[in-house]
C-alpha cells in the first residue's frame, strides 16, 4: 500500500501539471464518477488545488467539486504528456483528466469519488485523520500529542498498530511502521501506554523526519531509513526477515500484528519487550476502546 509520502510527491507532481490549468477532456471506469460527470461535466472547470491528506489524494476543481482517491494496496496516478503512451493497460484505467499538454491517469485505484466541500466532511474518512505528518502545520509536539491522548484512551494498543492507525497520525504506512520503532528502540508489540515520554518524543521525531527525508528533492526513488544509498541497505528492519540486525548482528524477526494481519519486522536484542519505569510511563486514563 502506497504510504503518505508516495501520495505527497504523486500530488507534489500532479499539481505542477494540473494546477491552474483547465480541464479539457474527462473520462473514468467508475459509473458512480460517469454519472456526476454527466450532470456536471468536468471539462471547462480549473484545477484549483491538488493536495495530499495521509494517505489519500485531493483534487480540487472549481464549482465546489472534489476527486477524492485512496491507492490501496495497487493505485497509482500517472502522469503523461499529450498523446505519450500509457504505461499500463487501459483496462486498469479508473480516470483520466486531460489539461493542456498533459494527461494525469489513475490507475487500479479502488476508491475515488467526487464530493462537495459539505459531503467532503459529513461522509468520508478524511474529517476523522490525525494530524497529517506531512503538513506544513505538523510539528513533533502534534505527534507527542496524538500519542499520547491515545495512550490514554486506548492503553493496550501495541506501538505497532498504533502508527497505522489514521486517526492518530495520517500518513505512516507498514514500511515505517517497523523501521520507526526499530530507530527509537521500541519493540513494535508493547503497548503505547507503557512508553516514557522520550520513547514518545522519539517516535513523533523519527516519524516526521523519515517522513521528510523520502518526499525531498534529493530523496532516492526508493523508501530509504538508514542513511545509505545502496539499495541493499536503504532499510533497518522492514523485509529483512532472518537477516542479521545491521546493529548486533541478531537475526530479524516477523510476525502479524494487528486485525488485518500486516507484517511487522524487529530485532529481539535491539527492540526487547521491556516497558520503560513505572515513573515514566504513560499512564492510561480509560479503559480500552477498539478504533475503526
Same mark, same amino acid.
Given at each position: 500500500?502506497?504510504?503518505?509520502? *508516495?501520495?505527497?510527491?504523486?500530488?507534489?507532481?500532479?499539481?505542477?501539471?494540473?494546477?491552474?490549468?483547465?480541464?479539457? @477532456?474527462?473520462? *473514468?471506469?467508475?459509473?458512480?464518477?460517469?454519472?456526476?460527470?454527466?450532470?456536471?461535466?468536468?471539462?471547462?472547470?480549473?484545477?484549483?488545488?491538488?493536495?495530499?491528506?495521509?494517505?489519500? /489524494?485531493?483534487?480540487?476543481?472549481?464549482?465546489? /467539486?472534489?476527486?477524492?482517491?485512496?491507492?490501496?494496496?495497487? &493505485?497509482?496516478?500517472?502522469?503523461?504528456?499529450?498523446?505519450?503512451?500509457?504505461?499500463?493497460?487501459?483496462?486498469?484505467?479508473?480516470?483520466?483528466? !486531460?489539461?493542456?499538454?498533459?494527461?494525469?491517469?489513475?490507475?487500479?485505484?479502488?476508491?475515488?469519488?467526487?464530493?462537495?466541500?459539505?459531503?467532503?466532511?459529513?461522509?468520508?474518512?478524511?474529517?476523522?485523520?490525525?494530524?497529517?505528518?506531512?503538513? @506544513?502545520?505538523?510539528?513533533?509536539?502534534?505527534?507527542?500529542?496524538?500519542?499520547?491522548?491515545? @495512550?490514554? !484512551?486506548?492503553?493496550?494498543?501495541?506501538?505497532?498498530? *498504533?502508527?497505522?492507525?489514521?486517526?492518530?497520525?495520517?500518513?505512516?504506512?507498514?514500511?515505517?511502521?517497523?523501521?520507526?520503532?526499530?530507530?527509537?528502540?521500541?519493540?513494535?508489540?508493547?503497548?503505547?501506554?507503557?512508553?516514557?515520554?522520550? !520513547?514518545?518524543?522519539?517516535?513523533?521525531?523519527?516519524?516526521?523526519?523519515?517522513?521528510? /527525508?523520502?518526499?525531498?528533492?534529493?530523496?532516492?526513488?526508493?523508501?530509504?531509513?538508514?542513511?545509505?544509498?545502496?539499495?541493499?541497505?536503504?532499510?533497518?528492519?522492514?523485509?529483512?526477515? &532472518?537477516? !542479521?540486525?545491521?546493529?548486533?548482528?541478531?537475526?530479524?524477526?516477523?510476525?502479524?500484528?494487528?486485525?488485518?494481519?500486516?507484517?511487522?519486522?524487529?530485532?529481539?536484542?535491539?527492540?526487547?519487550?521491556?516497558? @520503560?519505569?513505572?515513573?515514566?510511563?504513560?499512564?492510561?486514563?480509560?479503559?480500552?476502546?477498539?478504533?475503526?
Amino acid at each position: 500500500m502506497p504510504e503518505g509520502d *508516495t501520495i505527497y510527491r504523486a500530488a507534489r507532481a500532479l499539481a505542477k501539471a494540473l494546477e491552474g490549468k483547465t480541464v479539457t @477532456a474527462f473520462d *473514468t471506469g467508475f459509473a458512480h464518477l460517469a454519472r456526476i460527470h454527466d450532470d456536471a461535466p468536468i471539462p471547462g472547470r480549473t484545477v484549483e488545488k491538488v493536495e495530499p491528506r495521509g494517505k489519500w /489524494l485531493l483534487i480540487r476543481f472549481s464549482g465546489d /467539486l472534489i476527486l477524492v482517491s485512496h491507492m490501496l494496496m495497487s &493505485g497509482s496516478w500517472h502522469i503523461y504528456r499529450s498523446g505519450e503512451k500509457w504505461w499500463m493497460a487501459r483496462s486498469k484505467m479508473r480516470v483520466v483528466l !486531460e489539461v493542456e499538454g498533459f494527461q494525469a491517469v489513475l490507475f487500479n485505484a479502488q476508491i475515488a469519488e467526487f464530493h462537495t466541500q459539505r459531503s467532503l466532511e459529513r461522509h468520508t474518512q478524511i474529517p476523522q485523520l490525525g494530524p497529517d505528518i506531512l503538513s @506544513a502545520a505538523f510539528t513533533p509536539q502534534s505527534g507527542i500529542d496524538a500519542l499520547r491522548k491515545h @495512550a490514554r !484512551e486506548n492503553p493496550t494498543a501495541e506501538v505497532g498498530v *498504533t502508527l497505522l492507525n489514521q486517526r492518530v497520525m495520517a500518513g505512516l504506512g507498514n514500511v515505517y511502521k517497523s523501521e520507526i520503532p526499530f530507530s527509537a528502540g521500541v519493540n513494535p508489540f508493547r503497548p503505547i501506554a507503557t512508553l516514557s515520554e522520550k !520513547e514518545i518524543e522519539h517516535i513523533a521525531d523519527l516519524s516526521q523526519r523519515y517522513m521528510q /527525508l523520502n518526499v525531498s528533492p534529493e530523496a532516492p526513488g526508493k523508501r530509504q531509513t538508514t542513511g545509505s544509498m545502496d539499495r541493499e541497505e536503504r532499510l533497518w528492519v522492514y523485509g529483512r526477515r &532472518g537477516e !542479521e540486525c545491521r546493529r548486533c548482528g541478531t537475526l530479524i524477526q516477523m510476525r502479524k500484528q494487528g486485525e488485518q494481519a500486516r507484517s511487522t519486522y524487529w530485532c529481539p536484542t535491539c527492540q526487547p519487550f521491556a516497558e @520503560a519505569p513505572s515513573g515514566n510511563a504513560t499512564r492510561p486514563r480509560k479503559r480500552y476502546r477498539p478504533t475503526c
